[in-house]
């Protein structure tokens, strides 16, 4: 199979593209211009391909759940800032039980905050972000080929559970450059029942999220919460790296599982701390059971997140006390190398014992 050179941000549109991604909406941010301007060049060669630079995010969003109302395999992107003005949009994709695919590239932040890479909007994407009780899948990509990879699931799983699904990556990976190749795509599994454009049989069909009986929306609300259950049950990912032997095991996502790796690596290296790895795929549905099962052999774990702490939450919750929990974070853009990160993990560990 043919690799390819790309950078992050390309390779996410060439995987949409592959995917049979036909709707494109978005607005420029830095730093995932570079996906923008890939869909722009790249829409036109595909069959049906519609490319719209919007007047706003708010635009996009909008635009996106009426192609999808319609049947198309829908995307959008945008970077922090951005995505937060997305979310009563993606709100109604949810309500609306809508296909979508959602990528944020994300930038240090609160506020318009800089273009540097951060994870800072992990709350945002976890929790649902908008209005109502509502979720998306959230995926944590780590390296490149996972880019690819997880674009194409994520039309998919939009498809499987009619659901917006998130690629939830930072500025380093939309920009770094990695070899991939792109698997075969599958094909398109989504009932035309669900469209605006049905089966044709004459019968006018409604899309909604407005429903003012409350007894009516009550029962809505509890039909995405057992679908939000499903996929809870069936779609949780997650990757472990050296934790057979380990008397630590550091949690983190994206790049910073990458940097986390290269830190274990070398504490390993110099036989100071056996440490291992505990990275998350999904971040929704996050894999609670999983990471529960190493606390009966392991009772340190250190969260290492671009942010303040906010997967934290999430450790916390699913170790339920049954170990201890440290934390490093570096928020606003900063990112620390694997030797600092080394140092933190060999510090924490020295303390504990």
């Known amino acids: 199979?043919?690799?390819?050179?790309?950078?992050?941000?390309?390779?996410?549109?060439?995987?949409?593209?592959?995917?049979?991604?036909?709707?494109?909406?978005?607005?420029?941010?830095?730093?995932?211009?570079?996906?923008?301007?890939?869909?722009?060049?790249?829409?036109?060669?595909?069959?049906?391909?519609?490319?719209?630079?919007?007047?706003?995010?708010?635009?996009?969003?909008?635009?996106?759940?009426?192609?999808?109302?319609?049947?198309?395999?829908?995307?959008?992107?945008?970077?922090?800032?951005?995505?937060?003005?997305?979310?009563?949009?993606?709100?109604?994709?949810?309500?609306?039980?809508?296909?979508?695919?959602?990528?944020?590239?994300?930038?240090?932040?609160?506020?318009?905050?800089?273009?540097?890479?951060?994870?800072?909007?992990?709350?945002?994407?976890?929790?649902?972000?908008?209005?109502?009780?509502?979720?998306?899948?959230?995926?944590?990509?780590?390296?490149?080929?996972?880019?690819?990879?997880?674009?194409?699931?994520?039309?998919?799983?939009?498809?499987?559970?009619?659901?917006?699904?998130?690629?939830?990556?930072?500025?380093?990976?939309?920009?770094?450059?990695?070899?991939?190749?792109?698997?075969?795509?599958?094909?398109?599994?989504?009932?035309?029942?669900?469209?605006?454009?049905?089966?044709?049989?004459g019968k006018s069909k409604i899309i909604r999220g407005l429903i003012l009986d409350a007894i009516d929306m009550e029962e809505h609300n509890w039909k995405l919460a057992r679908k939000y259950e499903v996929i809870t049950k069936s779609e949780i990912r997650y990757e472990t790296y050296q934790t057979d032997d380990a008397e630590l095991v550091v949690v983190a996502y994206g790049t910073a599982a990458r940097i986390a790796k290269g830190a274990i690596k070398r504490l390993r290296e110099h036989n100071k701390v056996k440490a291992g790895l505990f990275r998350p795929i999904t971040l929704w549905p996050f894999p609670e059971t999983q990471l529960r099962s190493l606390s009966g052999k392991i009772k340190d774990f250190l969260v290492f997140e671009m942010s303040t702490g906010q997967m934290l939450e999430d450790v916390r919750l699913s170790l339920q006390g049954y170990a201890d929990i440290g934390f490093h974070g570096r928020p606003g853009g900063a990112v620390p190398t694997p030797a600092e990160l080394a140092n933190v993990i060999a510090r924490y560990y020295e303390k504990k014992d």
């Open 1 to 201: 199979m043919n690799k390819f050179l790309m950078s992050g941000n390309n390779i996410i549109g060439e995987a949409a593209i592959r995917a049979g991604c036909r709707f494109y909406a978005g607005y420029p941010i830095t730093p995932q211009n570079e996906l923008t301007e890939y869909m722009a060049e790249h829409m036109r060669n595909a069959e049906g391909g519609v490319f719209i630079q919007s007047e706003s995010e708010v635009a996009a969003i909008h635009m996106i759940t009426g192609a999808a109302a319609a049947g198309a395999r829908v995307m959008t992107s945008s970077s922090s800032p951005g995505i937060s003005l997305k979310q009563e949009g993606i709100s109604s994709l949810a309500a609306c039980e809508l296909p979508s695919v959602i990528v944020n590239i994300m930038r240090g932040g609160p506020g318009l905050g800089n273009i540097r890479p951060a994870q800072g909007d992990y709350f945002q994407a976890t929790r649902g972000g908008g209005h109502g009780d509502y979720r998306t899948i959230v995926f944590g990509p780590a390296t490149c080929q996972e880019l690819a990879d997880l674009t194409m699931d994520a039309f998919d799983l939009a498809d499987k559970y009619r659901t917006p699904v998130m690629i939830l990556a930072d500025g380093m990976m939309g920009q770094m450059m990695e070899p991939v190749i792109f698997k075969k795509p599958k094909p398109r599994q989504y009932s035309e029942n669900f469209m605006l454009r049905g089966a044709g049989d």
